[in-house]
């Protein structure tokens, strides 16, 4: 049981470059996530999704777009990077029931120069 | 003002201390509260859950929340150095909670 899988775990842009951090969940999870993790700031969540088709911004969301086509699929596109956007991504889901539980992937650190 | 408001240590005590760990939130309308642990480099799993104030006990793992004061910790008792990570308090509004929103983080040190 894989649970989530992010790709790719590492990645270093040059301003201005865009990319795409992809995120898959094996749980059949309504709800999936991005936050992202800097010192001293916590996680805070860039976008979510509650079901394919259907997309919300959350605390951070500016830079960032999201799709959600599937249930297994959440990418987070970087438009056009800058180096605000150093930081290391964690897309997370759960089930539509809010239990709390949250599942994190291992994480993508991402470098922008 | 953040929402959510904790302590990002660092936290340095030795093995078989009592160790809490504690967060302030400013929104009345959070319902459900969480503790993550997360160690170096691996995404947070959840640690303990709780919903309504009180307190809730899982080994040597306590979650209290005082809702009339905003106000919830984590008591670990007998802390060893596995215990060493970063502890994230977490929150989220009833009815489908959508938004988990999390404190910066306590990163805690257990010394053998």
């Known amino acids: 049981n894989a649970g989530v899988t992010q790709t790719p775990k590492f990645q270093v842009l040059k301003t201005g470059q865009s990319m795409t951090l992809q995120c898959a969940q094996d749980?059949?999870?309504?709800?999936m996530s991005w936050y992202r993790q800097d010192p001293g700031m916590g996680l805070r969540l860039i976008h979510y999704?509650?079901?394919?088709?259907?997309?919300d911004q959350g605390e951070v969301p500016n830079g960032y777009n999201v799709s959600r086509s599937t249930t297994e699929d959440f990418p987070l596109r970087l438009l056009s990077a800058a180096p605000s956007q150093t930081s290391v991504y964690f897309c997370?889901?759960?089930?539509?029931?809010?239990?709390?539980?949250?599942?994190f992937g291992e994480g993508s650190r991402l470098t922008v120069l | 003002q953040k929402e959510v408001e904790q302590d990002p240590g660092p936290l340095s005590v030795p093995e078989g201390a009592i160790v809490s760990l504690n967060c302030t939130y400013s929104?009345?309308?959070?319902?459900?509260f969480m503790w993550y642990r997360q160690y170096s480099r691996k995404g947070p799993e959840l640690l303990m859950y709780?919903?309504?104030?009180g307190n809730k006990e899982d080994g040597r793992f306590t979650a209290q929340v005082d809702k009339s004061s905003k106000y919830i910790s984590l008591f670990i008792r007998d802390s060893q150095p596995s215990d060493s990570a970063t502890y994230l308090c977490?929150?989220?509004?009833?009815?489908?909670?959508?938004?988990?929103?999390f404190g910066a983080g306590t990163r805690l040190f257990v010394k053998a």
């Open positions: 749980m059949n999870h309504e709800y």
């Open positions: 709780t919903y309504s104030s």
């Open positions: 997370a889901s759960r089930d539509k029931i809010n239990t709390g539980e949250l599942f």
């Open positions: 999704s509650v079901g394919a088709g259907i997309t």
């Open positions: 929104n009345s309308a959070f319902q459900y």
């Open positions: 977490a929150m989220t509004l009833g009815t489908g909670g959508f938004k988990t929103i």
